[in-house]
């Protein structure tokens, strides 16, 4: 594709309510990233996936927080249970190949916001 | 821990002036620099890339330099436009993952 389109761009939810955030990488790309950009918390990093293997899960912040990626494509970020600071923008990105000095490209992110 | 820092928070400038964007970095190990932009709602635009092992990148009126031992690199900006208005964030790349600056917001008056 031409860009990271993420779905959907903006969601509003309930507190306690799980959500399903989605990223389509740009083909081709073999390494996907998910952040997430709060006030006060700046863009924080949530999960690699170089393939269908996450190898660094460092980032999510607790046991709600999951992601998968198949067919080395589309990527899903859940989050179970969801809590009032979990609003924010989350943001993916994919590159060519983790690391290794290739440039991150972005979509425009999800604004999720819970009441 | 891998801190990025970005000076000056915000920056007003009224149009044509060159201006300096600053970024500094506590951890030198790292892959690489990228400089992107932010405009409001939007997603990260990627405006320079820096290797580890490169000095500086130029791309038309930016350009971005790198200076790994003292952990510091800075992003000039000629001839400011008002279509440069946005955030411009630093983010420093370690293994997997790129740690990023709270950014600095650029408003060019015209």
């Known amino acids: 594709g031409a860009g990271v389109s993420q779905s959907p761009s903006n969601k509003v939810t309930e507190k306690g309510k799980d959500v399903e955030l989605r990223c389509d990488p740009i083909?081709?790309?073999?390494?996907l990233y998910w952040y997430r950009q709060s006030l006060g918390q700046g863009l924080e990093f949530l999960i690699y996936?170089?393939?269908?293997?996450?190898?660094?899960k460092s980032g999510l912040p607790s046991d709600r927080f999951s992601a998968e990626r198949t067919g080395g494509s589309v990527s899903t970020l859940t989050i179970q249970r969801t809590q009032q600071e979990d609003s924010a923008v989350y943001l993916c990105?994919?590159?060519?190949?983790?690391?290794?000095?290739?440039?991150?490209?972005f979509g425009d992110g999800t604004r999720l916001s819970i009441l | 821990k891998q801190e990025v820092t970005q000076i000056p928070a915000a920056l007003s400038v009224p149009e044509g002036e060159n201006l300096v964007l600053n970024c500094s970095f506590t951890?030198?190990?790292?892959?690489?620099l990228q400089w992107f932009r932010q405009d409001p709602g939007k997603g990260l635009t990627s405006l320079l890339l820096?290797?580890?092992?490169?000095r500086e990148q130029t791309s038309g009126r930016l350009n971005a330099s790198l200076d790994k031992s003292s952990g510091r690199s800075t992003l000039y900006i000629a001839a400011s436009q008002p279509g440069d208005s946005a955030t411009y964030l630093c983010?420093?790349?370690?293994?997997?993952?790129?740690?990023f600056g709270a950014g600095t917001i650029l408003r060019v008056k015209s």
């Open positions: 990105a994919s590159s060519l190949a983790g690391g290794w000095g290739q440039p991150q490209h």
């Open positions: 083909s081709g790309h073999t390494a």
């Open positions: 996936f170089q393939g269908n293997s996450a190898p660094d």
């Open positions: 951890d030198s190990a790292i892959y690489n």
């Open positions: 820096i290797q580890s092992s490169q």
């Open positions: 983010a420093v790349e370690y293994g997997n993952k790129l740690v």
